[in-house]
C-alpha cells in the first residue's frame, strides 16, 4: 500500500524550491533575492541557484531593472490547470461537511442558478432543531441570509430581475425585512453586508433560529456560493469572538482560497 506523502521519500530540493516558489506567491509583487531567501531560510547564494533554474523554466520571471522575482508563465498555466479541475460544489461539499461536524450545526452551501441563490449541498447535524431545506431548493433574495449575500455581492443586472419579481409579489413579508423592500434602506443594508462579508436572517426558516451566511470568491474575484450555518438565535451572536461566526467566516475564506480566489490578483 502507497504511503501518506509525508510517510515515503521524496526529493527534498524540489520541496526546497517549493518554499522558494510559495515566498514569491506571498510577496503580493515582484520581491528580491534577499527576502525571497529569508522567507525561504535559505543563504541567498542557494536561493539564487534555484531562482535560475526556474526562470529557464518559465516557474519566475524577472519583472524589473532591479532584478525582483515574480512568477511566471508556467507558474500561471499550472495554476490556471489547477483551478479548471476544481468544482465548487464538490470542494464546498467538504468545507461545509467539515463545518458542520466542527459546530454540530446544519450548514448549506448556495450557489447562484439561473432561478437565483440554489442549494446545492446541506449537511443536517444532530442538533435537535431541524431544518427542512432540500437540495435544488431555490432561496429567496431579499429575506434569506444567502440571498442577502448574493444580493450584495453581485452585480445589479444580474439579481434585478429576481429582486422585482420579489418585490412585486403578494406574499406576506417576514417580520424584521421591511428595510429590505425599501430601495434606499436596502442599498444601506447592502452596504452593510459587504464592509461585515455576511448577512443573517432571523426567524425566516424555523421561529428562534437564526441563518447566518458569508460569502466565498473565485479566482476573478466574484462571489461564486455562500455557506449558510443555521442555529438557534441565542446561540449566534454576531459579533467578533462569536463561536459560530468566526468559523463561518474561516470556512468562506477557506472554499475561496481552494478555489484559487487571489492566487492571480498578485503582480
Known amino acids: ?14 520541496e526546497v524550491g517549493g518554499r ?11 520581491v528580491s533575492l534577499t ?5 525561504a531560510g535559505l543563504p541567498n547564494s542557494n536561493a539564487r541557484r534555484y531562482l535560475i533554474s526556474f526562470a529557464r523554466i518559465g516557474l519566475v520571471t524577472q519583472k524589473d531593472n532591479n532584478g525582483r522575482y515574480s512568477l511566471g508563465p508556467l507558474a500561471l498555466r499550472l495554476g490556471l490547470a489547477a483551478l479548471g479541475e476544481l468544482d465548487v460544489v464538490d470542494v464546498g461539499g467538504e468545507v461545509i461537511a467539515d463545518l458542520s461536524n466542527a459546530l454540530n450545526l446544519t450548514v448549506a452551501l448556495i450557489v447562484w442558478g439561473d432561478t437565483g441563490p440554489t442549494v446545492v449541498r446541506f449537511n443536517q447535524s444532530r442538533h435537535n432543531v431541524a431544518i427542512h431545506v432540500r437540495v435544488g431548493a431555490v432561496v429567496p433574495l431579499l429575506t434569506s441570509a444567502a ?12 439579481t434585478a430581475r429576481h429582486v422585482a419579481t420579489e ?35 432571523d426567524g425566516a426558516v424555523v421561529p428562534g433560529l437564526r441563518a447566518v451566511a458569508a460569502p466565498a470568491f473565485d479566482s476573478n474575484n466574484e462571489i461564486c456560493a455562500a455557506i449558510v450555518v443555521y442555529g438557534p438565535a441565542a446561540a449566534i ?31
Open 1 to 14: 500500500m502507497a504511503g501518506k506523502p509525508a510517510d515515503v521519500q521524496g526529493i527534498k530540493s524540489i
Open 147 to 158: 440571498g442577502r449575500v448574493f444580493l450584495s455581492f453581485l452585480p445589479e443586472d444580474s
Open 167 to 201: 418585490l412585486s409579489a403578494s406574499d406576506p413579508r417576514p417580520a424584521g425585512t421591511a428595510d429590505w423592500f425599501d430601495d434606499r434602506k436596502r442599498q444601506r443594508r447592502m452596504t452593510e453586508v459587504k464592509k461585515n462579508r455576511f448577512a443573517s436572517v
Open 35 to 39: 527576502e525571497i531567501a529569508a522567507a
Open 20 to 30: 522558494i516558489l510559495n515566498a514569491i506567491a506571498e510577496a503580493g509583487g515582484p
Open 237 to 267: 451572536e454576531l459579533s467578533a469572538g462569536d463561536v459560530v461566526l468566526e468559523p463561518l467566516m474561516r470556512a468562506a475564506e477557506t472554499l475561496s482560497t481552494r478555489l484559487g480566489h487571489g492566487a492571480f490578483q498578485k503582480s
